[in-house]
């Protein structure tokens, strides 16, 4: 069974950054796509950034120029730089992956990470 962790969350003033990771294990033959989505109370869930397999990114108007996805294919792990946050940035991030396993390809959600952002 593959399981993604996130992990990076947490309170911050406008304007500040953080970091997110989410770190993919189990049994994994390969990654293809991973992505970050978002989800403010009361709202749907939001695609913020994916990464394809060989690092082709795209990434949502509201956070262009400002967040950065990355990949670490070694450890399995995704990650997510965001810099001059905004309150309406403030949500539950959640990494999503297609993962290659035992099983065949699926894809998988983590538990999610809140990320509060105070003006």
């Known amino acids: 069974q593959v399981q993604l962790v996130e992990s990076g969350g947490g309170l911050v003033q406008a304007g500040g950054s953080l970091r997110l990771s989410c770190a993919a294990s189990?049994?994994?033959?390969?990654?293809?796509?991973m992505a970050w989505y978002r989800q403010a109370p009361g709202k749907q869930r939001d695609l913020v950034a994916v990464?394809?397999?060989?690092?082709?990114?795209n990434y949502a108007d509201s956070v262009k120029g400002r967040f950065t996805i990355s990949r670490d294919d070694s450890k399995n792990t995704l990650y997510l730089q965001m810099n001059s946050l905004k309150p309406e940035d403030t949500a539950v991030y959640y990494c999503?992956?297609?993962?290659?396993?035992?099983?065949?390809?699926?894809?998988?959600w983590g538990q999610g990470t809140q990320v509060t952002v105070s003006s």
């Open positions: 990464i394809a397999e060989y690092d082709t990114t």
């Open positions: 189990g049994v994994i033959f390969g990654i293809n796509d």
């Open positions: 999503n992956a297609h993962v290659l396993g035992p099983g065949g390809p699926r894809w998988y």
